[in-house]
């Protein structure tokens, strides 16, 4: 039997379709954990509103598409609580409560605040609901009484401020809310086809959702060794990010493109396509259900409701014990 001891929760902010760098670190990892723990997983959609509320013409669309994806990827809607996090209205209600309680300092002082007020350039951030981007997350992870929380290491600043306001909501009302601690994804290290970071806004990612052919076009465009100019010239695959995929995705034959590579025994022009057949061989069970699920929409429907319908009734009876612990 397996033993549902822990509660993890985890969130994945929506920018866009998800990709392989999306998978290989964070995807994959939840679906380590579905069947050890007691998991609740969801689209964090109003985490990406608040970077992205001024053009939200795709928004809808890109939530429905995380949602296939999480199933594509075999999350198991029958052991995960699988949500959409603006299905489960109880998150507004508490992100507004864990705001009473969370001083203005905290979290101008959390790192990627003021990072990514700098880095994302062009776009008016500097809002109330992008402040309290940390304070909806404590809402998300608290509001399921999360003990674990598989995340990245770019989000223990926002991990860290949750346990503070459990802290502080704890000290104020009483023992309510258990104090969250992180499980730490390891990310391998995987950067887009141009080598700079896998990203949708550089067009450089490979989306979960692409077709063989698609993912044939972006390996053979990938940058490989600016050294070996003609198929004679050996290569070095240290500095080749197609080499890199192949240690990821073809790794049983990494020995043997690595000695070829340097002996010139190989063109990049095959190698990259042995590694577009990898990839697609590696994501074949993903795109198989992806397109299963796609293909029946009602099913999709129904599975997302069941989803919301679960993580509202764990939601309700925590959110009672906190106005209660509150006395509102
Ligand atoms: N902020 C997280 C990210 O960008 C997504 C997220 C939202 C999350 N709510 C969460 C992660 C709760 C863990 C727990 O990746
Ligand atoms: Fe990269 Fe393969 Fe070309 Fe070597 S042969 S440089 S590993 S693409």
Redesign the pocket.
């Known amino acids: 039997m397996t033993r549902r001891a822990s509660r993890v929760v985890s969130g994945s902010r929506v920018t866009g379709r998800l990709h392989l760098g999306n998978y290989v670190g964070a995807l994959e990892n939840w679906v380590r954990l579905q069947s050890e723990y007691r998991c609740f997983f969801f689209v964090a959609d109003w985490h990406g509103l608040t970077t992205s509320y001024e053009d939200t013409t795709e928004f809808r669309s890109y939530v429905e598409e995380m949602y296939l994806d999480f199933l594509a990827v075999g999350l198991d809607p029958a052991q995960v609580v699988l949500f959409v996090q603006s299905d489960v209205k109880e998150h507004a209600e508490l992100h507004l409560l864990l705001s009473m309680v969370t001083p203005l300092a905290w979290l101008e002082r959390v790192p990627t605040y003021k990072e990514q007020l700098q880095q994302i350039a062009g776009r008016e951030i500097a809002t109330y609901g992008f402040l309290g981007y940390p304070v909806l997350q404590s809402a998300d992870v608290l509001m399921y009484r999360g003990e674990l929380v598989p995340i990245g290491q770019d989000q223990l600043p926002h991990l860290e401020l949750c346990r503070e306001v459990a802290r502080r909501f704890n000290h104020l009302y009483g023992p309510v809310l258990p104090e969250p601690q992180a499980l730490l994804t390891e990310v391998p290290w995987l950067p887009g086809i141009d080598g700079r970071k896998m990203s949708k806004s550089y067009e450089n990612e490979i989306r979960l959702g692409s077709s063989p052919a698609e993912i044939e076009e972006r390996v053979r465009r ?1 940058v ?2 600016p050294a ?1 100019v003609h198929k004679s010239d050996p ?3 240290e ?5 890199r995929f ?1 240690t990821l995705f073809n790794a049983a034959a990494r020995e043997e ?2 000695t ?3 002996r ?1 025994g ?7 396509q ?2 577009a057949k990898a990839i697609i061989r590696y994501l074949a069970p993903v795109h198989e259900r992806r397109e299963q699920y796609a293909a029946q929409p009602g099913l999709m429907q129904d599975i997302r409701q069941d989803g919301a319908r679960r993580a509202r009734r764990e939601a309700a009876a925590v959110l009672e014990s906190i106005r209660e612990a509150m006395r509102v």
């Open positions: 990938m490989t060794d070996r290569g070095h695959p500095v080749c990010v197609a080499y192949h493109t690595e070829e590579c340097t010139a190989i063109g990049c022009v095959e190698c990259k042995r590694l």
